[in-house]
């Protein structure tokens, strides 16, 4: 009997992680962008709606302590997320130009995951 690839599996089962964003900042920004960094955004949540907690490299990096980059592979950018439950939340968002993180938004979206905690 031929059981079915983990990712047909999971497609078949249908059951999506929601994925919110912290704030309507980040999905004005995200609609200021242009098509090709829409797509590889929208292209990125997809995936982490997929496999949730499962995704890994190199789709998303654990930054510790809860929270992930969720990597844009085209385009550079970078969302930076936490999980709150059955749900994945957008802190904030980058288009990456550099080999680190700045650490101006590492410590944006530590806060904003704190907040998080505290809802």
Not at 10 to 18: A, G, P, Q, S, V
Not at 40 to 66: C, N, T, Y
Request: glycine share 6%; proline share 3%; with cysteine.
């Amino acid at each position: 009997m031929l059981t079915p690839s983990p990712i047909l599996a999971l497609l078949l089962n249908n059951k999506k992680m929601k994925v919110v964003f912290y704030n309507k900042s980040i999905s004005s920004y995200i609609n200021s962008l242009g098509k090709d960094h829409k797509a590889d955004i929208v292209k990125a949540i997809d995936l982490l709606e997929i496999f949730g907690h499962r995704i890994e490299l190199p789709h998303s990096k654990s930054l510790g302590k809860g929270l992930f980059e969720l990597r844009c592979l085209r385009t550079g950018t970078r969302l930076f997320y936490c999980f709150d439950g059955a749900k994945a939340v957008i802190l904030h968002i980058i288009i990456k130009k550099q080999s680190k993180i700045p650490q101006k938004d590492l410590f944006l979206a530590r806060k904003r995951q704190q907040q998080v905690a505290k809802i």
